[in-house]
Every structure is written in structure tokens, then in C-alpha cells.
């Protein structure tokens, strides 16, 4: 208890809430916090660290919304404020809040996402189960209904890409793959509503994704990382980086 005590020492008091934000980062950088344990209650924090309330109170909203802790009420070993075990919702919200301030150009988001959705095609070729293969195709196969409106075809689009990186295994990877993709997901949508031809794209589409599933069922690594990129970079280039602009292309 005495370790913890001197761990948790007190801050200054300038920009007091960003110091208690450093303090508790630290716990976990060192190990001392992990993945479902409990920061001490708040009256201790404010004890430990010499500071008030109100700066507990908003670094603690500031890491909850950053989806690094999570508050449950009640009484027992479940309750309070937890270390997340998933901090991914919470990079997601972070990615789509910046893209949608453009931030981060759309050109970096799409290579940014290549380059991802390449390597996690590439291990889930290499690395899928049977369970894996079966959530990759789930989405597919919805997509194939030609009266599926376009948000929910949006929708599969996003657990498709979602499921291929959760399939590679590499749990990082993974996260940021699931987070640029549903960042742009907002971005997608509106490209699909702005189609004249919506169909000749759906099918287009339909075609890539179930080239790029083939691949990946068969293990082939190259031809899934080749077939996933040119599908990411092919769809930004030809349909929404052309809709953004102004024009309203139809699928090739």
C-alpha cells in the first residue's frame, strides 16, 4: 500500500486536470494499472494527488471518452471506474471526430487504409479459421441482395473489412484497420447516396469483395493484400474522390 501511495504523489496545481490525465497514464505505462482494474476511488485520488475534485473529475471524463475507462455504479468488485478492455470504440470516435475537422487530408486516410486493410487481408489469409471465414462471408452475402438499401449495404461494407482485419489476428492492427474504416463510414454513405448508377457501383463492388474473400479463403496472401488495396484505392479514386469534387461518376 505504501508503493502505491508514493506512486500516486501529488501534482502542481498549473493545468491541474492535464496533470492528473499524465499521473494516471503513468500507472498504466508502468504496469501498475491494467486492463480491468479499478483507479482508486475519487476522494483518494484527490487525497494522493493534492488536487481538487473538479480535476479529477475531468481527466476521468477525458479518459472515459477516450475509451480508456469505463464508470459502473453499484457496489463489488465491478463497480467504479475500470481500465477498458476495448479501447478501440474510443479511437474510432477519436479518428472520425478529426477526419470529419479535416484533419488528416482524405489522400493520408486512403493510404493510410490501403496500407492497413493490405497487411490485415494478408494475415487473415494466411491465419483464418474456419469461425473467421464464416464472419467474413455473413456480410458478403447480405450485399448480394440487389434491394438491400444503401445504408445497409454501407453497413456490411463496414462489418465485411472489419471482420477480414479481425481475422488476421494482430489485434493492434486490427483496431486501427476498425478505426479508419468506420471513420470513413459517414464519407461512404454519402458517396452511395449521391450515385445515379447505383447498381453498376453495388455490383462492382459485390465482384471486388467476393474476389478478395476467394483469396483470402484460399490462402493466397498476395493475391488478397493485391486485391484489398486496389479495391480500397480504386473505389476513393474512381467513385468518391470524383463525387467530393462534384462530379457524379458512374462504376466502370
Known amino acids: 500500500m505504501a508503493d502505491m501511495t508514493a506512486a500516486w504523489e501529488p501534482v502542481p496545481r498549473s493545468r491541474t486536470f492535464e496533470l492528473v490525465l499524465a499521473r494516471i497514464e503513468e500507472q498504466i505505462l508502468a504496469g501498475r494499472l491494467r486492463v480491468g482494474d479499478r483507479l482508486p476511488p475519487e476522494r483518494e485520488l484527490v487525497d494522493m494527488l493534492g488536487v481538487s475534485r473538479a480535476a479529477v473529475r475531468e481527466a476521468l471524463r477525458v ?33 472520425r471526430l478529426h477526419i470529419a475537422l479535416a484533419n488528416f487530408p482524405m489522400g493520408d486516410v486512403v493510404e493510410a487504409r490501403a496500407t492497413l486493410e493490405r497487411a490485415s487481408a494478408r494475415l487473415a489469409a494466411e491465419l483464418v479459421t474456419e469461425d473467421g471465414l464464416e464472419r467474413i462471408r455473413d456480410p458478403l452475402l447480405r450485399m448480394d441482395d440487389a434491394s438491400l438499401p444503401r445504408e445497409q449495404f454501407n453497413d456490411c461494407d463496414t462489418d465485411f473489412h472489419v471482420a477480414i482485419a479481425e481475422a488476421g489476428g494482430n489485434r493492434l492492427m486490427a483496431d486501427m484497420t476498425i478505426a479508419v474504416r468506420n471513420a470513413v463510414r459517414h464519407t461512404l454513405l454519402t458517396a452511395f447516396n449521391k450515385l445515379d448508377d447505383w447498381e453498376k457501383v453495388a455490383s462492382r463492388l459485390r465482384a471486388e469483395h467476393h474476389a478478395i474473400y476467394e483469396a483470402i479463403a484460399a490462402g493466397d496472401t498476395e493475391a488478397a493484400g493485391d486485391l484489398v488495396e486496389a479495391h480500397v484505392r480504386g473505389f476513393h479514386q474512381d467513385i468518391v474522390k470524383k463525387i467530393i469534387d462534384g462530379s457524379n461518376p458512374a462504376a466502370p
Do not use: C, K
Open 63 to 95: 479518459l472515459e471518452a477516450q475509451g480508456v475507462l469505463r464508470s459502473r455504479v453499484g457496489t463489488g468488485p465491478s463497480s467504479g471506474t475500470v481500465i477498458a478492455a476495448m479501447p478501440d470504440a474510443g479511437l474510432t470516435q477519436l479518428l
